[in-house]
């Protein structure tokens, strides 16, 4: 059965569980997995859901539509969150570079969301979806450059493969 626990000498945010490890038994074994895998691999799934459903819709919508309307979902359920964790408070801790930078953001995902949308109308989503996880290889570089990260030779490969494996996949 599986468990969960605090690391120890942390402190506890109320609506944050990242200080906790899920401790799955493993036969004599005992595996962590923090909990970022755990909401990464439930993103993943909600991702590939709402790709089959975004396909369905650009099939019966135009891409601008369906665009706007699955985001105007995003952005309602968004606040219904932060609302109902009783965060709007924070909201006096961004500074002026906080808000343009989520502004800057929130119009470059609008439009990777308007292209993906307009190649989801032309193309199959076996075809459209590995080019717009490329997205991957362009954020490990510009996580290089600007933010210094460090490109290791493991990161290196797996960004090789995962090229490798688009170019399979669409060709």
Same mark, same amino acid.
């Given at each position: 059965?599986?468990?969960?626990?605090?690391?120890?000498?942390?402190?506890?945010?109320?609506?944050?569980?990242? =200080?906790?490890?899920?401790?799955?038994?493993?036969?004599?074994? =005992?595996?962590?997995?923090?909990?970022?895998?755990?909401?990464?691999?439930?993103?993943?799934?909600?991702?590939?859901?709402?790709?089959?459903?975004?396909?369905?819709?650009v099939n019966a919508l135009d891409p601008?539509?369906?665009?706007?309307?699955?985001y105007s979902t995003v952005a309602v359920?968004?606040?219904?969150?932060?609302?109902?964790?009783?965060?709007?408070?924070?909201?006096?801790?961004?500074?002026?570079?906080?808000?343009?930078?989520?502004?800057?953001?929130?119009?470059?995902?609008?439009?990777?969301?308007?292209?993906?949308?307009k190649a989801l109308s032309l193309a199959?989503?076996?075809?459209?979806?590995?080019?717009?996880?490329?997205?991957?290889?362009?954020?490990?570089?510009?996580?290089?450059?600007?933010?210094? =990260?460090?490109?290791?030779?493991?990161?290196?490969?797996?960004?090789?493969?995962?090229?490798?494996?688009?170019?399979?996949?669409?060709?």
């Open positions: 059965m599986a468990s969960i626990s605090k690391k120890q000498g942390e402190s506890v945010d109320k609506w944050s569980f990242k =200080e906790y490890i899920i401790t799955i038994p493993h036969g004599v074994y =005992e595996r962590d997995i923090k909990m970022w895998v755990i909401y990464g691999l439930a993103s993943a799934a909600f991702a590939a859901f709402a790709t089959i459903l975004d396909k369905t819709a601008n539509y369906a665009t706007a309307f699955r359920m968004s606040w219904v969150i932060v609302f109902g964790n009783n965060t709007p408070s924070q909201v006096n801790h961004l500074n002026a570079q906080g808000w343009n930078l989520q502004l800057l953001a929130g119009v470059l995902t609008a439009l990777s969301c308007l292209a993906y949308y199959d989503v076996s075809k459209v979806l590995p080019i717009n996880r490329m997205s991957l290889i362009i954020t490990i570089l510009l996580a290089n450059i600007l933010l210094r =990260e460090i490109i290791t030779a493991k990161t290196l490969l797996g960004g090789a493969l995962i090229m490798l494996g688009t170019f399979f996949l669409v060709v």
